[in-house]
């Protein structure tokens, strides 16, 4: 059985990003271990699914609980993403928070 890509998990995060728009939720969080255990219950790819998490954010998301270092994301990695404006001129999170 493959593991899910990156791509993959990205796909599942907008789509649940859309679905709380659709909603009129402010926001949602998910957090990289239960996302990986949905996505793939019986499959350990949490690093990937962090990675999404982290690549899906836009301008104003946040950490929740934020990743100790860049090299070491993990499951604890939880990720809060308002839903109120999905426009795709939104920035994102990397290029409104230059490191």
Known sequence: MEKKTQQEYCERIRAKKQE??????LYIELNAKELNQEIEP???????AAKALLEC???????IVE???????GGALTVRYYCDNLSPERRTYKEANPQ
Do not use: C, Y
């Not at 990743?67 to 994301?73: L, W």
């Open 67 to 73: 990743p100790k270092s860049k090299s070491r994301i």
């Open 42 to 48: 019986k499959v350990s790819n949490v690093s990937t």
């Open 57 to 63: 954010m836009l301008e104003g998301d946040g950490f």
């Open 20 to 25: 709380a728009h659709d909603r009129q939720w």
